[in-house]
């Protein structure tokens, strides 16, 4: 990773040493297991790299251990370096990682001291698997439109409904659920539940392919009875759970699009200064230098954006709805840039399968869609910016 020494920048203390230190081990203990991983079906891929990434002592920076009274919390540049760190080698140990993340979140947020007690100490050894369903066959954009229904029948809710495209559905051992609880409209109608995946009336269907393949299923809710404390929150805090957690994940969307972006920039460097064309090496052709001067500006451009969000959230304390969307556009964008980019300095090797550029052109497309599209993070950045306006 040559242009991975950002670590020294500002916005880092002296406790991300040893995050960094922990990732050199982990990148040394992946070139190891990456070729059995390799021989796995995608399942069993995922349940060793949450194992591993356990052992490693990483799953601890997204699944916080809590302390007294002290609100919880990750360390959210930490999260950024490690998703950074993990998405540069594969994708798919990013994607588990993130997950446990983003499926824990509503329980060490907003969760009894009973539901946390019961899975968070196994997300963060890697043997529970978490995932969080907001989205639905209708559409996943408009959070405050779900229509999933959790109907409240004495000390029991019943849920009814689908969810689509839910990652780790099929593999996850719970599901956080946001469903509608009242009978109105709007986002102050729903409500989040911890639900087990063995809940009788929650079904998963078969994987979902996608061009970076990952686990992804749909959810089938029929009359999948849960006791009324398993409500994550009060009623009506659903759409905040969902939110909190975005926006505490969203700008770690970002950090993960920058090491791909890094990856597809090293590659490119080693490749131009390989190859010759025309009687040269690539690297000293005018254009070639010009479109690796905009892969490097967007790589940087984006990290800067990342960790300024990370930052903030950690040292300030404060919300960075508008920082992390900022993150989570200005990175996934910058990084399909960048990926696009090594796609056509490497010529038909580019989007031929099996080598790494062709690779990164599948992992990074879907990024600029999932957890909140571009154009949602727009929205929610120009109303901000015009709400803020004198
Ligand atoms: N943090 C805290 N509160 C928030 C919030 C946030 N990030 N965003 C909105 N709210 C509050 C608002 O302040 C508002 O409260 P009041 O009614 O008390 O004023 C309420 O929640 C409703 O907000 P808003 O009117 O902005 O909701 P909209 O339905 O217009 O839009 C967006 C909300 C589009 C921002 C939301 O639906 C969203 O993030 N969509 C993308 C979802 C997504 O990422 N899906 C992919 C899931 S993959 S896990």
Redesign the pocket.
């Known amino acids: 990773m040559s242009g991975w020494s950002h670590w020294d920048w500002p916005f880092f203390d002296a406790q991300h040493e040893t995050t960094v230190e922990r990732l050199h081990a982990w990148r040394a203990r992946y070139a190891q297991i990456e070729p059995s991983l390799a021989q796995q079906p995608l399942t069993e891929q995922c349940r060793l790299l949450a194992a591993e990434l356990g052992k490693a002592g990483l799953l601890g920076y997204a699944v916080p251990r809590l302390a007294g009274d002290t609100p919880p919390s990750v360390d959210l540049r930490s999260v950024c370096l490690i998703r950074e760190a993990l998405s540069y080698d594969s994708a798919l140990a990013d994607f588990v990682f993130s997950m446990q993340g983003?499926g824990s979140a509503p329980l060490w947020l907003f969760g009894s001291e009973a539901q946390r007690s019961r899975y968070l100490d196994g997300c963060r050894e890697g043997r529970t698997l978490a995932a969080?369903a907001?989205?639905e066959p209708g559409g996943?954009?408009?959070?405050?439109a779900i229509t999933t229904r959790g109907e409240r029948r004495g000390e029991r809710y019943v849920l009814n409904g689908a969810k689509a495209y839910i990652s780790n559905g099929g593999i996850a051992d719970y599901y956080v659920i946001v469903a509608r609880t009242e009978d109105a409209p709007g986002?102050?109608a729903l409500s989040a539940f911890l639900v087990d995946a063995r809940t009788t009336g929650l079904k998963a269907s078969a994987n979902v392919e996608i061009v970076a393949p990952h686990p992804l299923a749909e959810l089938e809710l029929h009359d999948c009875e849960v006791s009324a404390d398993s409500m994550l929150g009060q009623p009506g805090e659903g759409?905040?759970v969902a939110?909190?957690v975005?926006?505490i994940f969203r700008s770690s969307v970002g950090a993960a699009a920058v090491g791909l972006a890094r990856r597809a920039l090293d590659e490119t460097v080693a490749r131009m200064n390989a190859r010759t064309l025309f009687g040269k090496p690539m690297a000293e052709m005018d254009t070639v230098r010009m479109r690796v001067a905009d892969m490097a500006l967007d790589t940087e451009a984006a990290a800067l954006l990342v960790y300024r969000a990370a930052w903030q959230r950690d040292a300030r304390r404060a919300?960075i709805?508008r920082e992390a969307s900022m993150a989570k556009l200005g990175a996934t964008e910058a990084a399909f840039r960048v990926v696009d980019s090594a796609v056509q300095l490497f010529g038909a090797l580019g989007v031929t399968q099996g080598c790494v550029i062709e690779r990164l052109f599948r992992d990074v497309r879907p990024m600029r869609i999932?957890?909140?599209a571009s154009e949602?993070q727009k929205?929610?950045i120009g109303r901000k910016v015009l709400a803020a306006c004198p």
Do not use: P, Q
């Open positions: 983003i969080f907001l989205t996943g954009s408009d959070v405050a986002a102050k759409f905040k939110m909190a975005l926006d919300a709805t999932y957890e909140g949602i929205l929610i």
